[in-house]
């Protein structure tokens, strides 16, 4: 039986993805929550702090940006929300279900089936093409085809494959191989292998960090199309105050493992970031 968090939502939220007549995300009525986080603690040994009593709300239609320096906790904080990280205290509750504190369990392998994660450094199969690097998106699902080729695959799943490909704006680019891929390229092929999961939450940590501003700024635009389609809600991270400020309808701004800011995208201006990088 799931175990559900009953917890009240943060009172400042966001909603669904619309553009507003200067370009960047305006806010509509959001959905559910889908992620309640309570009392969040996580440290890396005996001295080293990196949560300190974090909670966050997200609901279902928001596109979230996670801002704060290096160094603030704000990848910690995604890696430990679906898992991949071990908290010390708290409560994380994903799609009804609690996300046990050591990572393991039946309940949380359903939670990443319903959720895409997209990494910085975007961590395809160099050899492979495009297409077969997204038809990766789909392990978890059963079937030995899928850690080979494409080729192999279900015609079904190679479908959803292009399709993901055609929605990031590479369908022209799935038979080339990843190591011929621009960074930018590469980094919306690592999109489209989070999309063909059908994701009802997709994270991304640091998308643009590593690529160039022209990049990062298009890699960002393919984020906020989806964001803007309804397909998914959207959980990002960064250190570049534009970004937040133009592609999120929220900002969460983390300051030393605190949450030190959380409010509509629309109500906030730059300087009203940069107390959390001083």
């Given at each position: 039986?799931?175990?559900?968090?009953?917890?009240?939502?943060?009172?400042?939220?966001?909603?669904?993805?619309?553009?507003?007549?200067?370009?960047?995300?305006a806010?509509?009525?959001?959905g559910?929550?889908?992620?309640?986080?309570?009392?969040?603690?996580?440290?890396?040994?005996?001295?080293?702090?990196?949560?300190?009593?974090?909670?966050?709300?997200?609901?279902?239609?928001e596109?979230?940006?996670l801002?704060?320096?290096?160094?603030?906790?704000?990848?910690?904080?995604?890696?430990?929300?679906?898992?991949?990280?071990?908290?010390?205290?708290?409560?994380?509750d994903?799609?009804?279900?609690?996300?046990?504190?050591?990572?393991?369990?039946?309940?949380?392998?359903?939670?990443?089936?319903?959720?895409?994660?997209?990494?910085?450094?975007?961590?395809?199969?160099?050899?492979?093409?495009?297409?077969?690097?997204?038809?990766?998106?789909?392990?978890?699902?059963?079937?030995?085809?899928?850690?080979?080729?494409?080729?192999?695959?279900?015609?079904?799943?190679?479908?959803?494959?292009?399709?993901?490909?055609?929605?990031?704006?590479?369908?022209?680019?799935?038979?080339?191989?990843?190591?011929?891929?621009?960074?930018?390229?590469?980094?919306?092929?690592?999109?489209?292998?989070?999309?063909?999961?059908?994701?009802?939450?997709?994270?991304?940590?640091?998308?643009?960090?590593?690529?160039?501003?022209?990049?990062?700024?298009?890699?960002?635009?393919?984020?906020?199309?989806?964001?803007?389609?309804?397909?998914?809600?959207?959980?990002?991270?960064?250190?570049?105050?534009?970004?937040?400020?133009?592609?999120?309808?929220?900002i969460?701004?983390?300051?030393?493992?605190?949450?030190?800011?959380?409010?509509?995208?629309?109500?906030?201006?730059?300087?009203?970031?940069e107390?959390?990088?001083?």
């Amino acid at each position: 039986m799931n175990d559900v968090i009953d917890a009240a939502a943060p009172p400042v939220v966001a909603g669904a993805a619309v553009r507003d007549t200067v370009g960047r995300l305006a806010e509509t009525p959001a959905g559910d929550a889908i992620l309640n986080a309570i009392g969040l603690w996580k440290s890396y040994g005996a001295d080293v702090t990196v949560l300190r009593d974090v909670e966050l709300t997200v609901r279902e239609g928001e596109s979230v940006a996670l801002i704060g320096a290096n160094g603030s906790g704000k990848s910690t904080l995604l890696k430990c929300l679906v898992g991949l990280l071990a908290i010390d205290r708290g409560e994380i509750d994903l799609f009804g279900c609690r996300v046990r504190r050591d990572g393991r369990g039946a309940a949380l392998r359903a939670i990443r089936r319903q959720t895409g994660f997209v990494f910085q450094n975007h961590g395809l199969v160099r050899r492979l093409c495009a297409l077969s690097n997204v038809v990766h998106g789909r392990l978890g699902d059963g079937g030995s085809w899928l850690a080979v080729h494409h080729a192999i695959a279900p015609a079904a799943i190679r479908r959803e494959a292009f399709a993901a490909l055609d929605a990031v704006g590479l369908a022209d680019k799935a038979m080339a191989r990843a190591d011929e891929l621009s960074g930018g390229q590469a980094q919306r092929v690592a999109i489209a292998r989070a999309l063909v999961r059908k994701p009802r939450l997709l994270i991304a940590d640091e998308p643009a960090a590593s690529l160039d501003p022209a990049a990062g700024h298009e890699v960002m635009h393919t984020f906020a199309r989806i964001a803007a389609s309804g397909t998914s809600t959207l959980l990002f991270t960064t250190h570049d105050m534009e970004h937040a400020l133009h592609f999120a309808t929220r900002i969460v701004g983390l300051r030393q493992g605190v949450v030190a800011l959380d409010a509509p995208a629309a109500t906030l201006r730059r300087s009203d970031l940069e107390h959390l990088f001083a």
